[in-house]
Every structure is written in structure tokens, then in C-alpha cells.
């Protein structure tokens, strides 16, 4: 049998992250974890129950629910992929909204969320078999990750994606407001000073930016099958 690895997909928002890591994890059987989800799930939890809202944050609250908080990845009702499940209830289709994502990076930058978040990212690619996308899953949380990749795009097409994607499900949100939160959340990932979005220096490097998401799969199918038939 092929041994597992663990393969990382960090970048900026909407750079396709989540869809390639989705369709590499189908084709090779492995789990995909989209760790972005953990944190809009604790700041959904957060927004339900006010301990954030614009300008304010009770972090002392949010901490102490923290430890009692089951946050996990269950299989779900709405794809084949595992889904965000707080107290057992999945959120996956919560987490999305405007409203999370203008405040999901304040509570990111939290040093004890993060602390806790990569406890549970570790608890899930203990056995490998695993891609995980994020910010710091090459650099943080699993440094020796066998494959690592960096997704990168202007803010602009970034945005466009977003837009696209979000507007099926709130017809009144404007493109203006979505690129203003890309590049809010952006400046709020890279600038924070605990385990900030940056490129793993053994990762590569694509820019996603006139790549169809075949030739973007193509390419990163090949680093793969380089990386397997070089570890069996
Ligand atoms: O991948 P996403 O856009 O759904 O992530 C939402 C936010 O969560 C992102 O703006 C920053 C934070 N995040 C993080 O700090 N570390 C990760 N590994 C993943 C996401």
C-alpha cells in the first residue's frame, strides 16, 4: 500500500484553496480538513452568543467556552466531505456569511484559540492521509508535512471568486464589500503576531491567477506523484 503523507495548502482567502484541497483528498482517499472552518465555526459560536461583535470582544468568555466547546469534522448531510459540527450540530452552512468572515481574523489572532485549534489539527493528521488547507498548516502546524503548498492571487480576482460564490446565497452583497473584507482579513492574517500567513519556505509557490482549476489540479498532481513515488 502507498504510504500516506500529509499535504498543506496555505494562501490568502479565495485563492481556490479549499476546492483544489477537496478534489486532491478525493482522488487520493484522504481526509480534507479545511481548518478555516474551525475558526468561523468558533466565531459563528461567538457572534450567537455576543461575545464578539464589531469593535468588541469578551475574551475571557470566549476562552473559558473554548475548553467545553466540542468543535469536530462529521459527515454531514450536504456533500461527501466531513462537515464543521459544533456540540455535535453541524454549521457548515453558517460559517460563510459576511458577518463571520468580517470577524473570524480578531478571533484568529487570539494566541489561546490558536493554541487549541492546532491541538485538533494535530489530533487529525496524527494517522496522515490528511490535506489540510489554511494559513499556518505548512509553516505551524505541521512543518514536516511531506508535500506543502502556497496558493497565491490578486485581491481582485480573489474577490470576484468570493462574490460569485456568496452571492447565490445573499442577493443583497456587493463586490465592494467583499473585496474590502478580503483585504481587511488579508492585512489582519499576515500582520498578527502569532503564527502569521506566510509562505513555508519548503513550500511551492503557485499563482492561481489565470490557472482553470484543471491545470491548477494537473500541476499539483504532479508535485504529488513525484512525492509518493519518492516515498515508497
Ligand atoms: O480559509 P478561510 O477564509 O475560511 O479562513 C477564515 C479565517 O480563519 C482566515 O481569514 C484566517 C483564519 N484562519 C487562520 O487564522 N488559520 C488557519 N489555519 C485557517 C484560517
Same mark, same amino acid.
Given at each position: 500500500?502507498? @504510504?500516506? /503523507?500529509?499535504?498543506?495548502?496555505?494562501? $490568502?482567502?479565495?485563492?481556490?484553496?479549499?476546492?483544489?484541497?477537496?478534489?486532491?483528498?478525493? @482522488?487520493?482517499?484522504? %481526509?480534507?480538513?479545511?481548518?478555516? *472552518?474551525?475558526?468561523?465555526?468558533?466565531?459563528?459560536?461567538?457572534?450567537?452568543?455576543?461575545? /464578539?461583535?464589531?469593535?468588541?470582544?469578551?475574551?475571557?468568555?470566549?476562552?473559558?467556552?473554548? =475548553?467545553?466547546?466540542?468543535?469536530?469534522?462529521?459527515?454531514?448531510?450536504?456533500?461527501?466531505? !466531513? #462537515?464543521?459540527? %459544533?456540540?455535535?450540530? =453541524?454549521?457548515?452552512?453558517?460559517?460563510?456569511?459576511?458577518? &463571520?468572515?468580517?470577524?473570524?481574523?480578531?478571533?484568529?489572532?487570539?494566541?489561546?484559540?490558536?493554541?487549541?485549534?492546532?491541538?485538533?489539527?494535530?489530533?487529525?493528521?496524527?494517522?496522515?492521509?490528511?490535506?489540510?488547507?489554511?494559513?499556518?498548516?505548512?509553516?505551524? &502546524?505541521?512543518?514536516?508535512?511531506?508535500? @506543502?503548498?502556497?496558493?497565491?492571487?490578486?485581491?481582485? $480576482?480573489?474577490?470576484?471568486?468570493?462574490?460569485? #460564490? !456568496?452571492? /447565490? /446565497?445573499? @442577493?443583497?452583497?456587493?463586490?465592494?464589500? &467583499?473585496?474590502?473584507?478580503?483585504?481587511?482579513?488579508?492585512?489582519?492574517?499576515?500582520?498578527?503576531?502569532? =503564527?502569521?500567513?506566510?509562505? *513555508? =519556505?519548503? *513550500?511551492?509557490?503557485?499563482?492561481?491567477?489565470?490557472?482553470?482549476?484543471?491545470? %491548477?489540479?494537473?500541476?499539483?498532481?504532479?508535485?504529488?506523484? %513525484? &512525492?509518493?513515488?519518492?516515498?515508497?
Amino acid at each position: 500500500m502507498a @504510504k500516506k /503523507i500529509i499535504i498543506t495548502i496555505d494562501g $490568502t482567502s479565495s485563492t481556490g484553496k479549499s476546492t483544489l484541497a477537496k478534489r486532491i483528498a478525493k @482522488k487520493l482517499g484522504y %481526509l480534507y480538513i479545511d481548518s478555516g *472552518a474551525m475558526y468561523r465555526a468558533l466565531t459563528y459560536y461567538a457572534i450567537s452568543n455576543n461575545i /464578539i461583535s464589531k469593535g468588541f470582544i469578551n475574551k475571557e468568555v470566549l476562552i473559558n467556552d473554548l =475548553s467545553k466547546l466540542e468543535i469536530d469534522f462529521r459527515k454531514g448531510s450536504l456533500s461527501e466531505c !466531513l #462537515e464543521i459540527h %459544533l456540540d455535535g450540530l =453541524s454549521v457548515e452552512n453558517k460559517i460563510r456569511s459576511l458577518k &463571520v468572515s468580517d470577524l473570524v481574523s480578531q478571533l484568529a489572532a487570539i494566541d489561546e484559540v490558536r493554541t487549541h485549534m492546532v491541538k485538533i489539527q494535530h489530533s487529525l493528521g496524527q494517522n496522515k492521509g490528511v490535506v489540510m488547507d489554511g494559513r499556518d498548516i505548512g509553516t505551524v &502546524v505541521f512543518p514536516k508535512a511531506e508535500l @506543502k503548498f502556497f496558493l497565491e492571487a490578486s485581491a481582485e $480576482t480573489r474577490a470576484k471568486r468570493r462574490f460569485d #460564490e !456568496l452571492k /447565490i /446565497i445573499d @442577493k443583497e452583497i456587493s463586490y465592494e464589500e &467583499v473585496f474590502k473584507n478580503i483585504n481587511l482579513r488579508d492585512f489582519q492574517d499576515i500582520n498578527r503576531s502569532n =503564527s502569521p500567513l506566510k509562505k *513555508a =519556505s519548503d *513550500a511551492v509557490l503557485i499563482n492561481t491567477e489565470n490557472l482553470s482549476l484543471v491545470e %491548477l489540479e494537473n500541476e499539483i498532481s504532479n508535485h504529488i506523484s %513525484l &512525492v509518493l513515488s519518492n516515498s515508497l
